[in-house]
């Protein structure tokens, strides 16, 4: 018989992780807390950079991972380390022993409440890329009502220390040119600004979508973090920032303003860290064993991690992170676990 | 009346409220790429007019966006067509053709 493997959390990383695990032959067990598998992929309408619809990717992760054992709604109540494998309680009453723990619990939005002076929460027409996302998805949203001028603003709680978020979250350029271009597509006649510190569009096509922009709607990027919002009596924004390349500072007029919030770690690291006696770096994400050579093991040996859990990551990085986690996984119960005499020293040898 | 020295200094904030989209769509009309500029600065850097006086097509092409027109006639003023910028530009702006455009279109009243 093979071998239990528990995933915690039902998000592209997981659904993959559990499709290849399974295909090797592997009984795996996914646990989401939601009500519903596919994480933020399943709230988004289509993907950077090609534009993909985000139901077909998801809907293809989806079917792979059919016949895997799934527990929505459901949570660790606790974990007992064995002498090799884990002792899982569930939320749902089930128990479950597991010879190796994935964790891919992903990320959360930043909450753009938080940055007050955008207005998110106080000024009508100030939205998040999430609440854009769902408009096009929905095609529902009273502040949208043919805009003709709109912003974006990047760095929503990325690089922005005073916010306890140092890095960049590095999916919020791409997405940002994406949405820019797709509200293009949907309001023809509007003025569109996005701005900017850097443009960090470094994958594969990403520049491409930038040069559409540009070139074939008209998106204006000026170099500048907007620093203040106020609404006006007729409820448009005012928008102030530098443009750091004029080296003037600048003001807009704007009938919506979207807000690229970054990517946080997830509110369920530190529940997790606890229970699996897992460490966090200063920066909120599960640290890992190296982050060169061994991206998906963490410090506890049987516990692999995989996907935005570790840090910031595109979809694709996402997907591939957890195709090699479930290499890592195989290697470690063909190679390490079965062992049970050299157990120990195998893990000081090969973790 | 004693002169204090105090007078009304016009405001140097960028208002991209009174830019001119019409006049820009003409211009973008003739000549497209003015809307694919990075503003990396290489025709700048090697400008042979812009060691002596201020030219800058970069500038030029910011002014216009900010809805400042004059300032970017005004970059464009001393320029000689000498033709280093269009070999220098990574996006490959036909930047001769650019500024003989931009002067066109923003010099009408």
Redesign the interface.
């Known amino acids: 018989m093979k071998n239990n493997i528990l995933i915690i959390g039902g998000g592209p990383a997981g659904l993959e992780a559990s499709a290849q695990l399974q295909r090797m032959g592997y009984n795996v067990i996914l646990i989401e807390r939601s009500a519903k598998l596919g994480g933020h992929l399943a709230k988004w309408d289509r993907l950077f950079p090609d534009r993909v619809p985000a139901d077909e990717v998801l809907g293809g992760l989806l079917r792979a991972a059919e016949g895997v054992k799934c527990f929505t709604d459901t949570d660790i109540r606790a974990i007992n380390r064995l002498e090799k494998s884990y002792n899982v309680r569930l939320t749902n009453g089930i128990t479950v022993l597991s010879d190796a723990v994935l964790v891919a619990s992903g990320f959360d939005l930043f909450n753009a409440v938080r940055k007050e002076e955008y207005g998110y929460g106080i000024y009508n027409q100030v939205m998040t890329n999430a609440d854009l996302e769902a408009y096009f998805k929905t095609g529902n949203d009273k502040r949208i009502e043919n805009p003709k001028k709109i912003g974006f603003v990047h760095c929503v709680g990325s690089r922005d220390e005073k916010s306890g978020c140092r890095s960049c979250s590095k999916v919020c350029c791409a997405t940002a040119v994406k949405q820019a271009i797709e509200i293009k597509q949907a309001f023809p006649q509007a003025?569109v600004?996005c701005f900017y510190m850097d443009l960090r569009l470094f994958g594969r096509h990403y520049e491409d979508l930038y040069?559409e922009a540009?070139?074939e709607y008209?998106v204006?990027?000026i170099?500048g973090r907007v620093a203040e919002v106020s609404e006006n009596y007729d409820g448009t924004l005012l928008v102030k920032a530098e443009?750091t390349?004029?080296s003037?500072?600048?003001?807009?007029?704007l009938d919506l303003l979207v807000l690229m919030s970054g990517m946080r770690p997830s509110a369920s690291v530190k529940e997790l860290g606890e229970h699996l006696g897992m460490m966090v770096e200063e920066d909120g994400y599960f640290s890992v064993r190296s982050g060169i050579s061994a991206g998906q093991r963490s410090p506890q040996p049987g516990i692999f991690l995989a996907g935005a859990a570790t840090g910031p990551k595109t979809l694709p990085e996402t997907l591939a992170d957890a195709r090699a986690a479930a290499m890592e996984i195989e290697r470690y119960l063909t190679e390490i676990f079965p062992d049970a005499r050299n157990y120990k020293q195998l893990v000081k040898e090969r973790w | 009346m004693v002169d204090f020295g105090f007078g009304l200094v016009p405001s140097s904030r960028i208002n991209l409220d009174l830019f001119d989209k019409e006049k820009y769509e003409e211009l973008a009309a003739m000549e497209p790429d003015v809307r694919i500029c990075m503003a990396c600065g290489s025709c700048t850097a090697v400008c042979t007019a812009g060691k002596f006086v201020p030219t800058s097509l970069r500038e030029a092409i910011e002014a216009i966006k900010n809805a400042n027109s004059e300032k970017a006639l005004q970059m464009l003023e001393s320029c000689q067509l000498c033709g280093k910028c269009s070999m220098v530009c990574p996006r490959g702006i036909n930047t001769r053709h650019l500024i003989l455009s931009i002067t066109k279109v923003y010099s009408k009243k």
Do not use: Y
């Open positions: 003025e600004f040069l540009q070139k008209g204006r990027f170099r443009d390349v004029a003037k500072p600048l003001k807009v007029t």
